[in-house]
């Protein structure tokens, strides 16, 4: 059973900083296109950042310059999001991409208010 567990959601004010990570189990994050995609109430699901096993990474227009994707090890891969704004408010999931399969993990929340 494959398993994406998110971890690093909270609550922060505008400005602020939160880490996510995302670990995985069984599978090898390096054999996959790691992501990060998020869903706020009433909309639909968008991609955040991707990041391929060479180590190039993607990110939305709406996040550049403020969120980084890493691979931190092995089985770890995070999302530092810095210069929160109240718009990135919504429900984080870790993806993991392959040839011949998708998974994704449970969410975490994420509320950037003051």
């Known amino acids: 059973q494959v398993q994406l567990v998110e971890s690093g959601g909270g609550l922060v004010q505008p400005g602020g900083s939160l880490r996510l990570s995302c670990a995985a189990s069984t599978i090898n994050p390096s054999n996959y296109v790691m992501g990060w995609y998020r869903q706020a109430p009433g909309k639909q699901r968008e991609l955040v950042a991707t990041?391929?096993?060479?180590?190039?990474t993607n990110y939305a227009d709406s996040v550049k310059g403020r969120f980084t994707i890493s691979r931190d090890n092995a089985k770890n891969t995070s999302l530092q999001m810095n210069s929160l704004q109240p718009e990135d408010t919504a429900v984080y999931y870790c993806?993991?991409?392959?040839?011949?399969?998708?998974?994704w993990g449970q969410g975490t929340q994420v509320t950037v208010s003051s």
């Open positions: 990041i391929f096993s060479t180590g190039i």
């Open positions: 993806n993991a991409r392959g040839i011949f399969n998708t998974y």
